[in-house]
């Protein structure tokens, strides 16, 4: 079946460090990835996606490249702020249509 | 840009009642909505898709006479928990889909969440 596994939160850390949050998936065929963010208070929101292998989804800073080498879209900051401190999930999707798979969520927080 | 509005955020209930969570989108037309929830550090599982004017679809171990969807316009989806337990407590979210638009163009509630005593 389809499914995402990411690393474990929360994690913390200070203000202009460097930030990965690991996300591997099991999915048939060839399935869209996705990062989404939720920020307190508020709905998830598309942070960026890649629909296919080796494809780079960047978005505010932060960057993930579809490696289905490893099976894996680790989200990667170089320079976080207190402003990134959500949860980030990892989501595929097997097709345009079918609903999406989400991981467990990683909550980030940073300090100044 | 779209806004899905989900409410209450948060509800506490008695063993027994039942609750409704409400999901509008406000600016747009949702002809498919989505049902998650998520238990304690496990990951947002799929509950039930609901089309506009028909019957929701539930996923396998989803208890639908437990877990009432209505989808009876295009801005309003609604769940309600019948005669809720302690084990219903959990983080409930709604998403919706415009119409003809994939799946990266999904909108987000900000959850509600969900405790019964």
């Known amino acids: 079946g389809n499914s995402v596994t990411q690393m474990e939160g929360p994690v913390t850390l200070s203000e202009e460090a460097f930030l990965t949050i690991n996300c591997t998936y099991t999915?048939?065929?060839?399935?869209?990835l996705f990062w989404y963010v939720q920020y307190p208070g508020e709905g998830l929101q598309l942070l960026l996606k890649?629909?296919?292998?080796?494809d780079k989804g960047s978005n505010k800073g932060f960057e993930a490249t579809y490696r289905k080498e490893t099976t894996s879209f680790h989200l990667e900051k170089g320079s976080v702020q207190v402003s990134d401190s959500a949860v980030y999930f990892c989501?595929?999707?097997?097709?345009?249509?079918?609903?999406?798979?989400f991981g467990k969520g990683t909550r980030l927080s940073v300090i100044a | 840009g779209a806004v899905v509005s989900q409410h209450p955020s948060w509800v506490i209930c008695k063993s027994g009642t039942s609750v409704k969570i409400e999901c509008r989108s406000l600016?747009?037309?949702?002809?498919?909505m989505f049902w998650y929830r998520q238990f304690p550090k496990q990951s947002l599982m799929l509950m039930a898709t609901?089309?506009?004017?028909?019957?929701?679809?539930?996923e396998q171990g989803v208890e639908k006479d437990k877990f009432l969807i209505n989808h009876a316009s295009l801005t309003l989806s609604t769940l309600t928990v019948t005669s809720a337990h302690p084990e219903d407590s959990s983080f409930y979210i709604c998403?919706?889909?415009?119409?003809?638009?994939?799946?990266?163009?999904?909108?987000f509630g900000s959850g509600t969440q969900l405790s019964v005593l």
């Open positions: 999915a048939t065929g060839y399935p869209s």
């Open positions: 609901s089309n506009e004017g028909s019957k929701a679809t539930y």
């Open positions: 989501a595929l999707s097997p097709s345009g249509n079918t609903p999406l798979v």
């Open positions: 600016d747009f037309q949702a002809t498919t």
């Open positions: 998403s919706a889909r415009r119409q003809g638009v994939a799946n990266e163009k999904l909108f």
């Open positions: 890649a629909t296919k292998a080796d």
